[in-house]
Each structure stands twice: as C-alpha cells, then as structure tokens.
C-alpha cells in the first residue's frame, strides 16, 4: 500500500512572502506526521525561496518518519546536505524564474555530475532518487546509476483536458513504475496530485510515496480558518 508524502514547501513560501516568523515549516511538519504523514519532503532551492539551511537542520532533528530534500544538481548545495544527512535526496532541475515548483530532471544531461553525488551520498548513507518525467529512457538511466528510488513527474496526468488523455496517462506512469521496480528502484510519484485524482493513482502497484502539496496545504487552511477565527474572537 502507498504512502502519504506531504511537500512542506507551500508552507515555507507562504512564510517568506508574508515575512512571519509565525509560520514554521518545522511546526507543520509535526501536525503532518500526527495526521499520519509517512515522510517529509521540500525544495532546497539555491535561492532558498522556499526552506532555507536552518529549516533543513531542524526537519533533520524532528521528523520522525522520512525526510526527503529535493535539490538540484549543484554540487554547493550538495554538500550543505552531506553535513546534515537526510535520509534522502532527490534531484531535480535547476528553478525556473516562473515558478517555484520543481521540475524534472533530464538525467542524460547531467549524467556525470549526478554519478559523482550519488558516489558521496551513498557513501554517507544518504538514499538517493530524482524526479523524472514518465519516460522509459529516462526510467533506463536511472537504473544504469543504480538510484535508490525515482519521482515520477504526475503533472501531464493532473493537467489532463479529458477523461481519454487521463486514462492514458494513467497507463503511461502503470507501464513507467513496472519498468522501475523490475530495475530495483523504489517508485515516489508528485505533480498535481489532489483529492480528485489521487484515488486512482493510488491504485498503481509498486507505488512508493505519493506526495502532495499545495492541494493538502490548501485544503488545510480551508479545513481550520473557521476555528483560527473562533480563537481570535475567543482571545478579545
């Protein structure tokens, strides 16, 4: 059965934006696992627009299930988490200017600066993954450098405009998980991923973690405004 992944991102960029120290991504992190989450995910980008080093030092210390840090091939910013060890690692491409978001990695075009990390960090015991779009030959070269699991991109699936294209996408990321796990690799899977359209995905066999966002960030906030202005009314 999969697992429950939440990305802490939404909650670190909501911070920044609003410059409020009120809001720790450390502290959501907590009621995520206590509502049941199975692992930990965010973006250390090289801008730290969403967590920042002090936020992955505490994460580290805190969480008690899976943490998994997504970075993108940059041997800095690598190092900066070879001194804090997450247990995991996964790469994705450098940030666009137009979102905040991860994007998958091409892994043939920076397949010899990712061989060399994954030597370091499996050497410091730290899982290794990357976030790829659901495509054989990128399914193939993630198994030629033995990572330890993938993240399959689910973004076409999520953005799909009709139940034929759904269906297709569907059995696209089916055919895509089957070629990984006969290749030894776990499978996590993001992008888009809602109350909506998860049932389905949740389906596939060999699913790893399913991680989700800003829909369970969205819905969260949703969920508990009504009481955060019942308390506020309870404090005057």
């Avoid at 627009?49 to 970075?71: A, S, Y």
């Amino acid at each position: 059965m999969s697992r429950i992944a939440v990305d802490i991102d939404s909650i670190a960029i909501i911070r920044n934006t609003l410059e409020e120290n009120l809001l720790d991504p450390a502290h959501l992190a907590v009621f995520a696992e206590l509502g049941g989450a199975e692992s930990i995910i965010c973006y250390f980008r090289d801008d730290l627009k969403t967590v920042n080093e002090r936020d992955i030092r505490i994460l580290k210390e805190i969480v008690k299930t899976h943490f998994n840090v997504r970075c993108n091939v940059n041997g800095e910013t690598v190092r900066k988490l070879l001194t804090i060890k997450p247990d995991m690692i996964t790469f994705v491409t450098p940030e666009s200017v137009d979102t905040l978001e991860p994007a998958p990695v091409n892994i043939d075009s920076y397949y010899s600066e990712i061989s060399n990390f994954i030597a370091d960090l499996r050497a410091n015991d730290v899982a290794t993954s990357a976030y790829i779009e659901p495509e054989i030959n990128q399914i193939k070269l993630a198994g030629k450098l033995e990572f330890d699991y993938i993240e399959i991109s689910s973004k076409t699936y999520a953005d799909s405009e009709n139940l034929d294209q759904q269906l297709s996408e569907l059995e696209n990321i089916n055919s895509m998980v089957i070629a990984a796990n006969r290749l030894g690799m776990g499978v996590n899977i993001s992008g888009g991923l809602n109350q909506e359209n998860i049932t389905d995905i949740a389906k596939i066999q060999f699913l790893d973690d399913l991680i989700v966002g800003s829909a369970l960030t969205c819905k969260a906030l949703a969920l508990g405004f009504e009481q955060a202005v019942r308390d506020f009314k309870s404090y005057i």
